[in-house]
């Protein structure tokens, strides 16, 4: 085909297709989904594959988006994380005396919440100790909106500490020492263990001081000090400020959330788009293209070798195709490569495609061109690719716009079953993972709805271009 001709056949397509108002939507969304799959790198972390199966330290676990905030009244503290820029250095390193030196910086938290932090944790302070046997000191203090101070945490400071104050037990016991003064002393007298141990820290630390901070604090909203003093009792030893961190860990999190492995689920989401194009498209070309090649063939032969390969086509077609995937998956117990799923489904979806191409191809070999190209002695090969082959076409690219949603969907099934590449960090994955840790009955609807949209919205793309695209390459199916 010349140039022009090609020129002109694309500016007809465009004419027509552009009449589609679905396939224009669907397209729409397409390059939408193209651009958050190569965009992913870029819109979350370049890294996010190789460490999906690892646990996120810093993150809060199981916690919904922040813009749940506005459809509820009951306001939940967002994730922050402070670093070095963001703490008031009290004091650099003061000599006092006996070769100790003091150390001190603080920082301030503006709780508006109902909800505050689940926890704090400063962690990333640089020590250098002379001596392994004497450590430095760390005293963590607490100024109140009210004004009430409380020594949260007096302890030793050594390389790598890292220090989490929702779950360090004595800050639980300095926590509750202070709140007991304000509750019933007989309830403290019978209860006293059992409230200490089902307190929730945060919530009493940012809680009003009266009867019932232990059981049913409310929150006390206004800024929060905390204040870090640290002191080293050698020469030589120092501490590095520039490097400390401190994570005021949220109940909620970025925009969808966080899963039990405190993973952000939207770069889950993000990197997910990347696997449901890949196989979605890969299967559907290579299923189509092998379907018309065999059905062509098949209806170009004719005779007992027409007979044959339709027995063949029609046993292969019989065979249970998701059953066989679950064996086979589990056969690799749960270690199938993404690859050799594609390779799979490959392999098992092209009948009914063939038998469609079959079907045209009887029609077309009695058109008389065909039978003047047989005359002239044109070989079979020439006859199929390019006499019959571009006739078909047109079905082609329906088919294979229409065929994605099964591959996407089939490839989401088996990895909900556990029966994916683990590796890979599909929308089933996340699936799978919310099925394990019984999100549904916990309620979080934020690990299972917005990965089952995901994959609802690629097939509705396809869908709208696959019919489309049919409407406009199948003179039969066009509407004026």
Do not use: C
Not at 56 to 71: D, H, L, Q, S
Not at 409 to 436: K, N
Request: no cysteine; proline share 5%.
């Amino acid at each position: 085909m010349r140039w022009v001709d090609l020129k002109a056949s694309i500016k007809d397509f465009w004419f027509e297709f552009r009449r589609q108002k679905g396939g224009l939507f669907g397209l729409a969304l397409l390059f939408l989904l193209i651009f958050t799959a190569l965009g992913a790198p870029y819109l979350t972390e370049p890294d996010i594959p190789t460490k999906w199966s690892q646990y996120w330290e810093g993150n809060p676990t199981t916690v919904p988006p922040v813009w749940y905030n506005y459809f509820t009244t009951k306001k939940l503290a967002p994730h922050e994380i402070l670093t070095s820029n963001d703490l008031r250095i009290t004091s650099p390193g003061e000599d006092i005396g006996g070769g100790m030196k003091y150390y001190g910086f603080e920082f301030t938290y503006e709780n508006n919440y109902d909800f505050p932090p689940s926890d704090i944790i400063i962690r990333n302070i640089g020590v250098k100790l002379t001596d392994l046997n004497s450590p430095a000191q760390i005293v963590i203090t607490l100024v109140r909106p009210d004004g009430i101070k409380i020594e949260l945490l007096n302890t030793e400071l050594r390389e790598g500490s890292v220090y989490q104050l929702a779950k360090d037990g004595k800050v639980r016991n300095a926590v509750f020492q202070w709140a007991s003064q304000f509750e019933n002393p007989q309830k403290i007298a019978q209860a006293g263990e059992t409230l200490k141990s089902t307190m929730d820290t945060t919530k009493v630390i940012f809680g009003k001081a009266q009867e019932g901070i232990l059981t049913n604090p409310e929150a006390l909203k206004g800024t929060y000090t905390f204040q870090v003093d640290i002191f080293t009792f050698r020469e030589g030893d120092q501490i590095d400020l520039s490097t400390t961190e401190t994570i005021l860990s949220g109940r909620t999190y970025g925009f969808m959330g966080t899963d039990y492995k405190a993973r952000d689920l939207w770069s889950g989401l993000v990197w997910g788009t990347r696997v449901s194009l890949t196989v979605g498209v890969t299967v559907a070309v290579l299923t189509v293209l092998i379907g018309i090649f065999y059905g062509v063939t098949s209806a170009y032969l004719g005779g007992w070798k027409d007979e044959f390969m339709q027995r063949v086509n029609e046993f292969w077609a019989s065979i249970p195709t998701l059953p066989i995937l679950i064996l086979l998956g589990a056969a690799f117990k749960g270690h199938v490569s993404l690859w050799t799923i594609v390779f799979l489904m490959v392999a098992f979806y092209w009948t009914g495609i063939a038998k469609v191409a079959r079907s045209m191809a009887l029609q077309i070999k009695e058109q008389t061109y065909v039978e003047a190209a047989i005359a002239l002695g044109a070989g079979t090969g020439r006859i199929i690719f390019k006499h019959i082959m571009p006739q078909i076409m047109p079905y082609a690219f329906a088919a294979m716009a229409l065929n994605v949603p099964g591959a996407v969907l089939t490839e989401a099934s088996l990895s909900f079953l556990g029966l994916g590449d683990p590796t890979a960090v599909t929308w089933g994955q996340i699936l799978y993972d919310a099925q394990t840790q019984s999100a549904t009955i916990n309620g979080y609807w934020w690990w299972v709805i917005p990965p089952g949209l995901a994959i609802t919205l690629v097939a509705f793309t396809f869908v709208l271009l696959g019919i489309s695209l049919d409407r406009v390459l199948n003179p039969r199916l066009k509407r004026l």
